[in-house]
């Protein structure tokens, strides 16, 4: 059970628990990994350290460096998740969205923006050939996709090799079935996205 981040919205129960009872509530429901997205950094980077005891799941994070944050060293934010399910080695990595323009500037101050794509490149290379992942999982808070040339989920599908499955959020794209792109390897890449706040909860089963 994956989420690819804006677990804090504008709500009324947000504005006065500060997150608290989102990060209860997907605990209680088994969540494996979570990525950020822009809104979670709506009340900065002190109020996500002082929500995460309420979280027993991981936060997937590859492309924001929070070294000269609060958030350094913190045990639950990782580059990337190995989980095992049944037989299957599932390697997750999370991508978020450039943080400037989007959150107030003091409550993204010192995150250091990387790179997607080829942050991407390096963490699945090291889940497919040193970790030796069955399957690898993105969980991107890019947005699906633009009319632009701004970074996005079909954009890195075509530009990465390895990975098998792009969870999307930021866009609140509804899609009634998965987009499928091809990758630089010429596989398919499938990407999904559930829209927002909570409407769909998406599944997926693999054979």
């Not at 129960?13 to 009872?21: K, L, M, R, V």
């Not at 950094?41 to 002082?50: R, T």
């Not at 609140?172 to 996205?193: A, L, R, W, Y």
Request: charged share 20%.
């Amino acid at each position: 059970l994956l989420d690819a981040g804006d677990i804090f919205q504008g709500t009324p129960y947000f504005n006065f628990y500060h997150g608290e009872i989102e990060y209860k509530l997907m605990s209680l429901m088994g969540y494996d990994a979570t990525t950020f997205g822009n809104h979670d950094f709506d009340l900065g980077v002190e109020n996500i350290l002082k929500q995460m005891p309420h979280a027993n799941f991981d936060f997937i994070s590859s492309n924001y460096n929070f070294s000269e944050t609060v958030l350094n060293n913190n045990t639950k934010i990782k580059p990337y998740k190995i989980v095992k399910k049944q037989k299957l080695k599932i390697g997750i990595y999370g991508l978020g969205i450039e943080l400037n323009g989007l959150v107030s500037e003091n409550n993204c101050k010192n995150i250091h923006y990387l790179n997607p794509i080829n942050e991407a490149k390096k963490i699945e290379q090291i889940l497919k050939h040193d970790e030796k992942c069955d399957y690898i999982i993105c969980l991107s808070h890019l947005g699906y996709k633009y009319e632009t040339n701004k970074v996005s989920d079909t954009e890195l599908a075509k530009n990465i090799s390895y990975t098998n499955l792009i969870i999307g959020g930021h866009t609140h794209t509804f899609m009634d079935e998965p987009d499928v792109q091809k990758n630089k390897s010429g596989n398919d890449v499938i990407i999904n996205q559930v829209g927002w706040a909570g409407i769909m909860l998406g599944r997926l089963d693999y054979q």
